[in-house]
């Protein structure tokens, strides 16, 4: 069963702030991220284990909530070169299988 | 180092004809596995292996078979090919069969149109 994404799509300008959710149904292992540009592959970005931790890459974190199974993908002051789509993959406890959502499409404008 | 490979790039099929994706990875890495792209369906899970010999069905099997016999590579069989199997494909592979602390490295993908 797919993790749902929220939003679907966010427009920003350069400098601006966004959030992106993730959340399952069934209770997570873990949490992956990443970004796709158009055209290209998917580019990995963190994973969050259980525990509640918080990541962080460049301007870009990311937290994981167990409890609630649910994951939030943070981009501080965007710049340009975080347009793309986002996906968040969730792994279930004692599967091999990395399920991904149906992606947040992210523009980032001057 | 090349990662994942994937061949061919582009393919055009017509309906119910077969054709074997390619997909190598020279990282040593013991799980691969293979998604399709959909527009708004986000990455689906098709197949996946936990290592040679080992192989499972992910979310949308149907129409497609796998195989893996060398770390190395894990093709993707289309047996009788559908117009409804259009679609981007992904290879990815990751160090362990402990997913949960192992990135996926993706290839470039295969871009397939089935007529």
């Known amino acids: 069963q797919q993790p749902v994404q929220s939003p679907q799509a966010v427009i920003l300008r350069e400098g601006e702030d966004a959030v992106i959710n993730c959340s399952s149904s069934k209770a997570l292992y873990s949490v992956h991220w990443y970004r796709q540009k158009h055209g290209e592959a998917p580019v990995f970005l963190m994973i969050l284990l259980k525990g509640g931790e918080q990541k962080g890459h460049e301007k870009i974190s990311a937290s994981f909530n167990e409890k609630k199974q649910q994951s939030s993908l943070y981009l501080t002051a965007s710049q340009l070169s975080y347009s793309g789509t986002y996906f968040c993959?969730?792994?279930?406890?004692?599967?091999?299988?990395?399920?991904f959502g149906t992606g947040t499409r992210l523009q980032v404008f001057p | 180092n090349a990662g994942v490979t994937q061949t061919p790039k582009f393919q055009v099929l017509k309906t119910g004809q077969s054709m074997t994706l390619q997909c190598a990875q020279d990282?040593?890495?013991?799980?691969m596995s293979w998604y399709r792209q959909d527009p708004g369906m986000g990455l689906r899970l098709i197949h996946y292996s936990v290592g040679a010999g080992i192989t499972d069905q992910g979310e949308v099997p149907n129409g497609y078979n796998v195989s893996r016999s060398t770390t190395e590579d894990f093709p993707l069989r289309l047996l009788s090919a559908a117009p409804s199997q259009t679609s981007v494909y992904f290879c990815?592979?990751?160090?362990?069969?402990?997913?949960?602390?192992?990135?996926?490295?993706f290839g470039n993908g295969t871009r397939l149109t089935v007529t």
């Open positions: 990815a592979s990751s160090y362990g069969s402990e997913q949960y602390n192992s990135p996926l490295h």
């Open positions: 990282m040593n890495h013991e799980y």
């Open positions: 993959g969730t792994e279930v406890r004692n599967t091999d299988k990395l399920i």
